[in-house]
């Protein structure tokens, strides 16, 4: 397995792989498949440009197949830009279980910690999702607030946790 970050170059193969995670697990994403299966390649192109302080990291198997992925992106206002949010963690059905995602999250971390303003990270996850909660929290993310009915799925109604992990004390 190859962890590395995503470039432009990988529009095609990340917009696959978001639109199969989209479709096969709705209530772990904001996003909706329907909403983003008409992305154009340069809107994906443009989400995955490498810049200092935000980027996608991906999971690749032996034959160079996404099977993960997660994202680092800043707040844009000035005075929310001391924080970024984590979005976009996913692993493939049979790829679960052997530590991608903590690998992921520690790239996607370690982005974080080398921007010298950042000073902490925050996430949303389902409030069912025990198993992401329990690696968001080996992390050193905490719950700050949980928002019910975040999300309404297929008719269901879906709690969602907020959670932090502090970079830099102030």
């Known amino acids: 397995m190859n962890i590395r970050r995503l470039c432009p170059a990988d ?7 978001r ?14 498949f329907d909403e983003e299966k ?22 690749f198997n032996d034959v160079d197949t ?37 690998l992921l999250l520690i790239e996607a971390l370690s982005l974080a910690r080398s921007v010298e303003d950042l000073r902490q990270v925050n996430l949303c996850v389902n409030a069912e999702n025990a198993i992401a909660i329990k690696l ?3 992390f050193g ?14 008719r269901k109604l879906h709690n969602e946790l907020h959670m932090c992990c502090r970079l830099r004390e102030s």
């Open 11 to 17: 529009a095609g193969a990340y917009q696959s792989f």
């Open 19 to 32: 639109l199969g995670a989209l479709h096969d697990s709705p209530a772990a994403f904001g996003a909706s």
């Open 141 to 154: 993310f905490v719950t700050f607030g949980c928002e019910l009915d975040s999300m309404l799925v297929d």
């Open 66 to 102: 996404i099977i993960g992925s997660v994202a680092l992106a800043r707040e844009n206002l000035k005075k929310l830009s001391h924080k970024a949010f984590i979005w976009g963690v996913y692993v493939a059905p049979d790829y679960r279980g052997q530590g991608v995602s903590r």
């Open 136 to 138: 968001y929290k080996s």
């Open 38 to 59: 008409d992305y154009s390649p340069s809107a994906i192109e443009e989400r995955l440009a490498l810049k200092s302080d935000v980027g996608a990291f991906g999971a």
